[in-house]
């Protein structure tokens, strides 16, 4: 039998990332000592703060190495709530909190509790590469909705108005945002809370990089405008990324309590609880000193200052300045189409390959954001690094042109 066949069509349906070639072949050249500036990282290079390993620590010493509920430790869903509270202005009960294998696991039980097939689900573009494939997982429908680096990469009011269907379920929001470092004022949220509550559409608000926010923006949840949005939102977080915990897989959920309990009762027979020693270090996290935070906040702000200064003075290249997360979104449309060595350059995985062969940089491509116009460059990495990749960077693109 041909392999491919005795395959789902569930999972068949999965992109697989054009990227996973570029990886390969960066890794490879590092293994043969080429000196391989990488901008692809989607984590801090900050190590996980002493006090939350401590706290882990701690948990093995006593033991605490056991099941917890499928859905979290209650003493981490309490802490939780009082972010909610503090950080928010949320008030929920840990009945209406699930404790996930990272905020990806949280955002796909989301979708999977809450689509049926040939459901519609509004996604903005530029996006999180994992959104489209979890809708097509849980048999929905990706419908894409272009924001343009003209508008900041915003969806406007009028656009979701005419994009939403009378299949359309859901819409994914991600502020900051994952891949262009875009936040949403309060009143640009409010206009989309007003529409999703007149057409009763679901939101999941992907707030994983809400603590990674800058030149004194305000973080906004949109749940916490109104309680009619309120009970028509799956808000996500988690620790990944504000405290530098990306392997310790914590992520958190919170909205109404039919559909948390509804989420709970997926995982329960997928993973059961997310690792009882993490929980603790989450807890830790949490309700902590939250000064490492601040340190690391303060450093991505001179990196993503110099890498926007450094890009827009490159010949064809023109780039925003991000408002949050640490990945700057640089614009190469004009270089996309030229002919270099003999071979156009067809789109930003071309590119891509380009600048990792010809200038040992990795990027990532535009394209599996939805945006082939872009390459995706991560700041997560030293200030000395980023000096000499951009340089590198400039060197091809003047070859190119």
Same mark, same amino acid.
């Given at each position: 039998?041909? =392999?491919?066949?005795?395959?789902?069509?569930?999972?068949?349906?999965?992109?697989?990332?054009?990227?996973?070639?570029?990886?390969?072949?960066?890794?490879?050249?590092?293994?043969?000592?080429?000196?391989?500036?990488?901008?692809?990282?989607?984590?801090?290079?900050?190590?996980?703060?002493?006090?939350?390993?401590?706290?882990?620590?701690?948990?093995?010493?006593?033991?605490?190495?056991?099941?917890?509920?499928?859905?979290?430790?209650?003493?981490?869903?309490?802490?939780?709530?009082?972010?909610?509270?503090?950080?928010?202005?949320?008030?929920?009960?840990?009945?209406?909190?699930?404790?996930?294998?990272?905020?990806?696991? +949280?955002?796909?039980?989301?979708?999977?509790?809450?689509?049926?097939?040939?459901?519609?689900?509004?996604?903005?573009?530029?996006?999180?590469?994992?959104?489209?494939?979890?809708?097509?997982?849980? =048999?929905?429908?990706?419908?894409?909705?272009?924001?343009?680096?003209?508008?900041?990469?915003?969806?406007?009011?009028?656009?979701?108005?005419?994009?939403?269907?009378?299949?359309?379920?859901?819409?994914?929001?991600?502020?900051? @945002?994952?891949?262009? /470092?875009?936040?949403?004022?309060?009143?640009?949220?409010?206009?989309?809370?007003?529409?999703?509550?007149?057409? =009763?559409?679901?939101?999941?608000?992907?707030?994983?990089?809400?603590?990674?926010?800058?030149? +004194?923006?305000?973080?906004?949840?949109?749940?916490?405008?109104?309680?009619?949005?309120?009970?028509?939102?799956?808000?996500?977080?988690?620790?990944?990324?504000?405290?530098?915990?990306?392997?310790?897989?914590?992520?958190?959920?919170? /909205?109404?309590?039919?559909?948390?309990?509804?989420?709970?009762?997926?995982? +329960?027979?997928?993973?059961?609880?997310?690792?009882?020693?993490?929980?603790?270090?989450?807890?830790?996290?949490?309700?902590?000193?939250?000064?490492?935070?601040?340190?690391?906040?303060?450093?991505?702000?001179?990196?993503?200052?110099?890498?926007?200064?450094?890009?827009?003075?490159?010949?064809?290249?023109?780039?925003?300045?991000?408002?949050?997360?640490?990945?700057?979104?640089?614009?190469?449309?004009?270089?996309?189409?030229?002919?270099?060595?003999?071979?156009?350059?067809?789109?930003?995985?071309?590119?891509?390959?380009?600048?990792?062969?010809?200038?040992?940089?990795?990027?990532?491509?535009?394209?599996?954001? =939805?945006?082939?116009?872009?390459?995706?460059?991560?700041?997560?990495?030293?200030?000395?690094?980023? @000096?000499?990749?951009?340089?590198?960077?400039?060197?091809?693109?003047?070859?190119?042109?």
């Amino acid at each position: 039998m041909d =392999g491919k066949m005795s395959i789902s069509k569930r999972v068949n349906l999965i992109s697989s990332s054009p990227t996973l070639a570029i990886t390969a072949r960066a890794k490879q050249m590092k293994q043969e000592g080429i000196d391989v500036i990488g901008f692809g990282a989607g984590e801090p290079d900050f190590d996980t703060p002493a006090h939350i390993k401590e706290a882990a620590k701690k948990a093995i010493d006593s033991g605490f190495t056991k099941y917890t509920p499928a859905s979290g430790m209650k003493e981490l869903k309490e802490a939780i709530c009082r972010k909610f509270e503090n950080d928010n202005n949320l008030d929920y009960s840990p009945e209406e909190i699930i404790v996930s294998c990272g905020a990806k696991h +949280s955002i796909f039980n989301a979708i999977l509790t809450l689509c049926n097939e040939d459901d519609e689900v509004i996604l903005p573009s530029p996006y999180w590469v994992s959104y489209p494939e979890m809708i097509k997982v849980a =048999g929905a429908k990706p419908v894409i909705l272009k924001a343009t680096q003209e508008n900041n990469f915003k969806i406007t009011p009028q656009q979701l108005q005419e994009t939403i269907t009378p299949k359309t379920k859901l819409l994914i929001l991600n502020s900051p @945002s994952n891949p262009t /470092g875009i936040v949403y004022t309060k009143d640009e949220l409010s206009s989309i809370s007003n529409t999703l509550t007149e057409k =009763g559409i679901f939101c999941i608000s992907d707030e994983i990089y809400e603590k990674i926010i800058y030149d +004194s923006q305000a973080h906004i949840s949109i749940a916490s405008l109104a309680p009619e949005i309120k009970k028509l939102t799956i808000v996500v977080n988690g620790v990944s990324k504000s405290y530098s915990m990306t392997g310790w897989r914590i992520g958190y959920a919170a /909205g109404p309590k039919e559909i948390i309990r509804a989420m709970s009762n997926l995982q +329960s027979h997928s993973t059961s609880n997310p690792t009882s020693i993490s929980q603790k270090a989450a807890l830790a996290a949490l309700e902590g000193p939250q000064e490492p935070l601040s340190n690391m906040v303060a450093e991505f702000v001179k990196r993503r200052d110099y890498i926007v200064e450094r890009l827009n003075s490159i010949k064809e290249i023109s780039c925003l300045k991000p408002r949050g997360a640490f990945y700057v979104f640089p614009e190469v449309s004009q270089i996309i189409g030229r002919i270099f060595k003999g071979e156009i350059i067809k789109d930003s995985v071309f590119l891509a390959e380009i600048l990792l062969d010809e200038a040992n940089v990795t990027a990532v491509p535009g394209s599996v954001f =939805g945006a082939d116009e872009y390459l995706r460059l991560s700041y997560a990495t030293s200030m000395k690094n980023i @000096s000499k990749g951009l340089q590198r960077i400039e060197g091809l693109i003047n070859k190119i042109l």
